[in-house]
């Protein structure tokens, strides 16, 4: 078994991470961590709610962990070409609804809806009638997207066509977070051994991620 991280272990390794809404941080058995600002736990893992760096402070033999946000904005808006970070909340054979969280690095003061229409999943790469919506998204996935428009209804119309954009996190249907498989088109629960199709976010490396969150978050 794996000895637990002393908290100034901990302090050292991942003070200064930064992170984005839905990014697995620690697991739920680490004894010496607790969640602070910008954190929740579920599924038995901590996770980041809000994009920043990590800030890890030593409190009565534990480390409590908190998201740090710089020039976090709450007049911001979505508006066309920005990067979004949404949740999605339903599924229908014709589009993907989601809640709109974040504009680049700025947590919204209230949420917005989102929709991801069928033709806007993979654009020209795949024809209309390839796809699938309940193989692209499911209820509680954390995905990101472009906004292109303003949608009916007060909602904004979401587009995932690029390689990169797409589900960065996604729980399997007993809620356990899955991780991509090498062809990029699916997740796999390394738990329940299920495997599920997604439009993925093609991201193929921990220094592209790094790179990808730099450019659409800010700076680090």
């Known amino acids: 078994l794996m000895m637990m991280q002393s908290v100034d272990d901990l302090i050292e390794e991942f003070s200064g991470k930064f992170v984005i809404p839905g990014e697995e941080l620690f697991k739920e058995q680490e004894e010496n961590i607790r969640s602070g600002y910008g954190c929740y736990v579920a599924h038995g893992y901590y996770f980041a709610s809000l994009a920043g760096q990590l800030k890890l402070t030593k409190e009565n033999d534990c480390a409590v962990v908190e998201v740090v946000r710089e020039n976090s904005s709450t007049s911001i808006l979505p508006s066309p070409q920005a990067v979004v970070t949404c949740r999605v909340t339903g599924v229908a054979n014709k589009y993907a609804k989601c809640t709109i969280l974040m504009v680049h690095n700025n947590v919204l003061p209230y949420p917005f809806v989102g929709i991801i229409r069928k033709e806007n999943v993979y654009g020209s790469a795949k024809n209309e009638t390839e796809v699938s919506m309940y193989e692209c ?84």
């Open 137 to 220: 998204f499911q209820e509680g996935d954390i995905v990101i997207a472009k906004v292109f428009s303003l949608g009916d209804s007060f909602s904004y119309l979401l587009s995932t066509e690029e390689l990169e954009l797409g589900v960065f996190v996604g729980y399997c249907k007993e809620k356990h977070k899955m991780q991509p498989t090498a062809d990029k088109q699916h997740l796999h629960c390394e738990i329940c051994l299920t495997k599920e199709p997604r439009k993925i976010a093609d991201l193929e490396s921990d220094e592209e991620i790094l790179k990808w969150k730099r450019r659409h978050y800010g700076k680090r």
